[in-house]
């Protein structure tokens, strides 16, 4: 092999394995492997100068610090873009573009709508395919020069695909990627450093930095949208689209994903699909960008002094907001743990008014620092529940004071204790205190346990104040209450006899919602599926010991004690004999309907369009299969949706198969259905 060849096989072999350790996180080599083969690629270009390539895997390592970032004039500003908010104003902004044209109101106008990436935009000089500066936006007509930075993202090419003579810029928009921005910001929090608030801080941050080594750290993206200055001679493609795709041949991998349109109608449609979408992407969107497709008409627009009459971004609601911090509450769990609650000055974040916001657990709020009295970022993403970012440290009141875990459930006053190896306080009261009693029999109730008609969280709260419920078997006996259920205001006759007889109706539930219902510590629905098959039997259940419960797969050493401490639990045992006397009987969970997935294991990730996971992984159970919540080598299958993730990556590096949902769809016998008739046939 000559050296030219050797160190081409270097750099194959390095981008490689760097793509694994940046995009996937999921190295297949050691960092020392890494090095070695890192510094023979380095020694070679050394001893060979003719040999290193502009994109070469050693030009993006970064470099020691600039003395400070110059400043350089854009080829052609970087403008930005007028706001549409909701459909009327898209509507207006197409009929302006029309008028403005002289064309009739009615016909269509064919646009490209884009991601709006939430980061810091950049726009690159390339020199006959060379890199050769990178400018941050700054003003819009000048920006500095972070070509140092640039160089160490893996997205921009070093050197173009296809052939652009003379000089070209290219422009997008640096991000960090939600799963990178998870990791950074751990490592971050683990080195005892304050956490970014967000991807598009840390990105922008990540760009401005002299020492490049540290942008490479942060292991950020870009995602291209368009051109800007292009070198007379060089012909580009006639539409947006076109020139996306040009842009994407010439080696951007992310450029940004796309829809034209034939009218506005359908960009209505796509602004609707995109936001369903938001919460599960890798990255963060603050909208869509909306374009008029035609080069020519876009040219016929023109810009205005603030941004092209073509153009327009339809914003989405903010996912993050500043608020007050009023106060640090807490609420008591059905498990025991207490749960520090924010209190916050109502504020309007992704598309809601909320108040309230879980801080997870005091070593939570003790990292973030965050205190009453405070200014804090709260965020809402997706359907995700409302939580607190962290506080802005400048405009803390001298007077704020840290928040003390307390001492006593806030309940019924017991000493709180913490176990060895958990960050969460909990009342060990669990017989006592009425806070857990309540929330663990609105848990028993609920829908995807007990499913209890008519007894849901007010009446609930109602009857433990009147006496009547104490604990789980007293739900049994409420039927002794009947005369005074139906004298209590807006309890008819009618609806007392429907609550007692869906009280009735529970005591044959399948054993998998029985065993979920009684609200054991780290047992969910997947586990509790997966012991009720194991066990077959409330007998069984019951004598459950830790060698046979580590056996069932999703089962760790953990729950395994927890569920034996459960069992061993002589109060325990006396509720279920309780239950039992009382006439509950559950019946066998519903036994396989299929075995073409016999012997296999699924692992859902991402978003799943069809159904929800829950119902994804029954319907596996139904057909003899297993479903896990995380990826090993024991996983047949993993089925990613979109925003997949660590798992996906994981699939990938073990090399099990991923499918998208309509694969996995295929596979079941065709006899199987799905929509309204499966949800009745088979739920
Ligand atoms: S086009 C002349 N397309 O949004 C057209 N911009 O508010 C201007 N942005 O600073 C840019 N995603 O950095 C365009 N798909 C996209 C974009 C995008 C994000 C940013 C851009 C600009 C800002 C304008």
């Known amino acids: 092999m000559d050296l030219a060849e050797q160190a081409a096989r270097l750099r194959e072999k390095i981008d490689y394995h760097n793509r694994l350790y940046y995009q996937n996180e999921a190295p297949e080599i050691s960092d020392t492997e890494f090095d070695k083969l890192f510094r023979a690629l380095v020694e070679l270009e050394e001893a060979h100068p003719e040999l290193r390539t502009p994109d070469s895997p050693t030009q993006r390592v970064g470099a020691p610090p600039v003395e400070g970032l110059e400043q350089a004039k854009h080829g052609m500003p970087m403008l930005s873009l007028d706001n549409a908010f909701g459909e009327e104003e898209l509507i207006a902004f197409d009929e302006r573009i029309k008028r403005f044209l002289g064309l009739p109101l009615e016909d269509p106008i064919e646009y490209q709508v884009e991601m709006k990436y939430d980061g810091l935009s950049l726009s690159l000089t390339y020199e006959n395919g ?74 922008s941050g990540g760009m401005r930095q002299l020492d490049s080594r540290l942008t490479r750290e942060r292991r950020l993206s870009f995602f291209a949208y368009g051109f800007g200055a292009v070198e007379a001679g060089v012909s580009l493609p006639g539409s947006q689209s076109g020139q996306l795709d040009m842009i994407r041949q010439s080696g951007f991998s992310r450029a940004s994903q796309t829809w034209v349109c034939a009218s506005i109608a359908e960009v209505v449609k796509v602004t609707e699909q995109v936001l369903a979408q938001r919460a599960s992407l890798d990255y963060g969107i603050d909208g869509v960008v909306v374009k008029v497709n035609e080069v020519a008409r876009q040219r016929e627009l023109g810009n205005t002094a603030r941004g092209p009459r073509w153009a327009t971004a339809y914003k989405f609601p903010s996912e993050q907001a500043f608020t007050i911090l009023k106060d640090v509450g807490c609420q008591v769990g059905r498990t025991g743990v207490v749960t520090p609650v924010a209190e916050l000055e109502p504020v309007f974040v992704g598309g809601v008014t909320i108040s309230r916001a879980t801080l997870h657990n005091y070593e939570e709020v003790k990292k973030k620092d965050v205190r009453p009295g405070d200014t804090v970022i709260v965020q809402r993403a997706g359907d995700v529940i409302p939580e607190v970012v962290g506080p802005v440290l400048d405009k803390r009141p001298n007077s704020a004071q840290p928040v003390e875990p307390p001492t006593h459930c806030p309940v019924c006053n017991t000493e709180l204790v913490k176990e060895e190896g958990f960050v969460a306080w909990r009342c060990p009261n669990k017989k006592g205190c009425e806070a857990q009693i309540a929330t663990q029999l609105i848990h028993f109730a609920s829908r995807n346990a007990m499913d209890i008609d008519g007894l849901g969280e007010k009446q609930i709260l109602r009857y433990l104040e009147l006496g009547w419920l104490t604990d789980l078997p007293s739900v049994y006996r409420l039927k002794d209450h009947e005369d005074d259920l139906m004298n209590l205001d807006r309890m008819g006759e009618q609806s007392t006899k429907n609550l007692l007889a869906a009280i009735e109706e529970s005591k044959t539930r399948p054993l998998d919602k029985l065993i979920f219902g009684l609200g054991i510590r780290f047992v969910g629905e ?129 090399g099990v198969p991923v499918l998208t949902e309509d694969e996995f769809l295929e596979m079941l016998p065709p006899d199987v259905s799905l929509g309204e008739e499966f949800g009745q046939t088979l739920f």
């Open 526 to 654: 997947r586990t509790a599926r997966d012991m009720a098959r194991e066990f077959g039997s409330l007998a069984e259940f019951r004598r459950a010991h830790y060698d046979q419960l580590i056996e069932i797969a999703d089962i760790g050493p953990t729950t395994a004690g927890e569920i034996e401490a459960w069992m061993e639990d002589p109060a325990n045992q006396e509720m279920l004999d309780e239950m039992i006397a009382l006439g509950v009987a559950p019946v066998e969970s519903a036994a396989p309907v299929s075995d073409v997935f016999a012997g296999k294991t699924f692992v859902f990730t991402g978003k799943l369009e069809k159904f929800a996971r829950e119902k994804a992984e029954e319907l596996v159970g139904m057909m003899g299969g297993k479903a896990a919540g995380s990826v090993s080598k024991k996983t047949d299958f993993v089925v990613a949706g979109p925003g997949a993730g660590s798992k996906l990556a994981k699939a990938e590096q073990l």
């Open 130 to 203: 060379e890199l050769v500066q990178a400018v941050t936006r700054g003003d819009g007509t000048t920006g500095e020069i972070v070509t140092h930075n640039a160089i160490t993202i893996d997205d921009i090419p070093l050197k173009l695909a296809i052939d652009l003579p003379g000089r070209v810029e290219i422009r997008g928009e640096v991000v960090m990627l939600k799963h990178v921005f998870e990791a950074v910001n751990k490592k971050r929090v683990d080195r005892g450093d304050q956490a970014f608030v967000n991807p598009r801080n840390a990105a």
